[in-house]
């Protein structure tokens, strides 16, 4: 495991030691620390400022002065009440899992929050500054011993088998949406839309690694892609459940299921069911005998 992967906790040296040229590429932002979020300090970039009004959602500890960001991560970390519940429910649905994989782990939201609650957390990017930043913020939630991360495209990845070998209770991506202007479209089509791959291809390369999926996807995404990419990939009595997640109130997006144990869980609990939906969920009540789905407000 050591040759494919980096443990969160060493990350820098064993970077440097093995991968020299990237360590080099990265060095720079190490030895000036730009990536340290200085919480008090206002963003130089303005477009950010409404990100950094909401800091605290982003990580509870950021006032610590010890979180790292990069500029897109202020747009595309899971605000951490929102990780913290994928983490809970993956440990509701599957008590005696001892792995997940983080697809796309950014800086870190959602790997933390899993870290809390299992053993093993695997995490993958394509930016090395994006495994930095996870890697440093795991160590103010004091969870990088349990933190690998892997440095590469998933396509790439995925080809190469790295997965294979390793028993995944459960795989968690948040793939990119293609910056805020994704809520310019009325409708999000994940199979053009979707970073890197469409839904498709994204979906069939992880199931060959576990059964049991989650992505988190934007809240105007296309639930009929998700219910024919469903029977496409695992047959028509397939089911694939969709939660709308809000957070202060707002729409943050729709989380897509797989996995018996995943998809039949039910809490038999009312307390997080939103019942009275905004017109944001207008979608949802167009399509409800498509895919089940169901309302989770992070405040309830």
Known sequence: MGKKFYHASHFKHTLKKRSYNRYKRLEPLIKDDSLRIQSHLKPADPTLFKYWRFRRNLFSKIDSNGIYMTHELWF???????ASFFANFVRACIPDAQVILDVFCGGGGNTIQFAKQFPKV?????SLEHLYCTAQNAKVYEVDDRIWLKYGRWEKICAQEYFQDINV?????SPPWGGPNYLKKDVYDLETNLQPMGITKLLKSMLKISKNIILFLPRNSDLNQLSSVTRKLLGDKAKCKVLYVKENGHLKGVVAIWGDAL??????STNNTENNKSTDDQDETDQKDIIPASFYDMDA
């Open 76 to 82: 595309s970390v899971t605000p951490e009440s929102i």
């Open 122 to 126: 695997f995490g993958v990017d394509f």
């Open 169 to 173: 209770d459960c795989i968690f991506a």
């Open 263 to 268: 998809v039949n869980y039910e809490n038999g």
